[in-house]
């Protein structure tokens, strides 16, 4: 009988970095070879898969197809998307939904906001990006650490945005086969995010290719351990990249973008039209990479206390030099308008494109899908409180420039929705979870 090499793990940030990084390097090979299959093996049963994609990628652009897929919102209302839509969702991984929202109604937010912040002199007191991950963009300031706006809350809590997410999310497998349940996939905890507004005329460096679901913590901590151990364990064509099982479980080691909440899609919401060549959001729309991400560290030709650069306190890097096959799939999304929402996969590759003297506006609301579940409903308390108080959400700078704004967004104007998704009604705490 074969017995599986345990796996070393640590909740928290191991003192001695390069020390755990080589003991959990040498702990996962050993894993992958008690199965009977080497590392080589197992991340070209990857690399083939992944290839594959690639190749369906690059033949669609040669013959001008959009490769995001694009739904109207009016298909998701009517549950008239097809099976086929359906089917190039999941391996794509990205999607664009038209008329998400009313376009009047995208631009009346988009002014609100403006007013909000102009209101309460946001301008004239910003101390600067409170993060470096966004601090890179160079405008002044692109991205606002407002969270609590009326514009904001209403789109977060409204039945339209609920239909999507509910879509979103039932695209993941979030039942085990015996019956444990990972998250609700009705109900979405609400995991307020920041404005970005980029004027005409910007000149914005981007955002190089990254990822956000975790760093380090992906092969460190047990809970990530067991979410990918199809990976490791000689079984890695069983890997589902939709798979919820242990996702929802935590924790999250610290990072510049961390999150601690678990969300299926990342999405925006945008507030202007923005055209497909003006510095907007490419992503790998490949699910599938995260698997390449996570072998890949386990060559011979990556240093021993190396994770392919990924490390604490940074974003997961992905680029030409380690993985050149992903950075030929990146892929930008297609000409947008105001009312438009734009999703990716919680995995997925992405970065924003630079650009000089940008034509026309390009302004979004991050709003995410992240469902009802453990890790979720742990973060709804720190989210409640910052909502009462106006305050920067746990995982953001605590810059809490809204605390004594007039105007924000109250308790008394949350619809059932919105109470839901901050866990403010009475009996709602969901206790049954796996």
């Known amino acids: 009988m074969t017995v599986t090499p345990p796996l070393p793990h640590w909740e928290t940030v191991p003192e001695d970095l390069p020390g755990a990084i080589r003991q959990v390097k040498a702990a996962l090979r050993a894993r992958i070879e008690a199965s009977g299959r080497s ?72 002014a609100d906001i403006v007013d909000y912040v102009e209101r309460n002199a946001f301008f004239e007191n910003y101390s600067g990006p409170g ?31 609920a239909r999507v ?21 009705e109900r979405d905890a609400m995991y307020p995010d920041r404005i970005r507004r980029r004027p005409p005329g910007t000149e914005s460096g981007g955002l190089g290719t990254h990822c956000d679901p975790g760093t380090l913590d992906l092969w460190m901590t047990r809970a990530y351990q067991k979410a990918f151990r199809h990976l490791f364990d000689g079984t890695v064509e069983e890997y589902d990249p939709w798979d919820a099982a242990y996702r929802t479980e935590g924790p999250q080691y610290p990072g510049s973008t961390m999150c601690s909440a678990f969300r299926t899609f990342q999405g925006w919401t945008a507030l202007s039209d923005m055209a497909h060549d003006q510095g907007v959001l490419h992503t790998v729309p490949i699910p599938e990479a995260m698997a390449y991400l996570m072998l890949r560290p386990l060559l011979a030709d990556v240093p021993e206390d190396d994770m392919c650069g990924v490390t604490v306190n940074q974003v997961f890097p992905s680029g030409e030099r380690w993985h050149p096959l992903l950075m030929k799939a990146l892929t930008g999304i297609p000409d947008v308008r105001a009312g438009d929402s ?34 979720n409903e742990e973060y709804a308390a720190q989210v409640r409180e910052a909502f009462l108080t106006g305050s920067s959400p746990g995982d953001f700078p605590e810059e809490h420039y809204e605390r004594d704004w007039t105007g924000r967004f109250t308790a008394d104007r949350l619809n059932d929705t919105g109470r839901r998704g901050l866990g403010m009604e009475m009996g709602q705490s969901d206790r049954s979870w796996g």
């Open 39 to 110: 590392v080589e093996e197992v991340f070209g049963v990857v690399e083939r898969r992944v290839a594959a994609r690639v190749a369906e990628i690059e033949e669609a652009k040669e013959r001008g197809e959009s490769v995001w897929p694009v739904v109207d919102y009016a298909d998701i209302e009517n549950g008239t998307v097809s099976p086929a839509q359906l089917e190039k969702l999941r391996r794509r991984g990205c999607l664009v939904v038209r008329g998400h929202f009313d376009r009047a109604q995208a631009l009346r937010w988009d």
């Open 131 to 161: 993060d470096d991950f966004f601090g890179t963009v160079g405008s002044k300031p692109e991205i606002y650490p407002v969270y609590w706006s009326t514009a904001q809350m209403e789109a977060r809590q409204s039945e339209r945005m």
């Open 165 to 185: 997410q509910s879509l979103l999310n039932s695209l993941w497998k979030h039942e085990s086969e015996d019956g444990v349940r990972w998250f609700d996939p």
């Open 342 to 375: 734009v999703w990716w996969h919680c995995d997925m590759i992405h970065s924003v494109a630079p650009v000089k003297d940008q034509q026309g506006w390009g302004n979004v609301m991050y709003i995410p899908a992240a469902p009802w579940c453990p890790r």
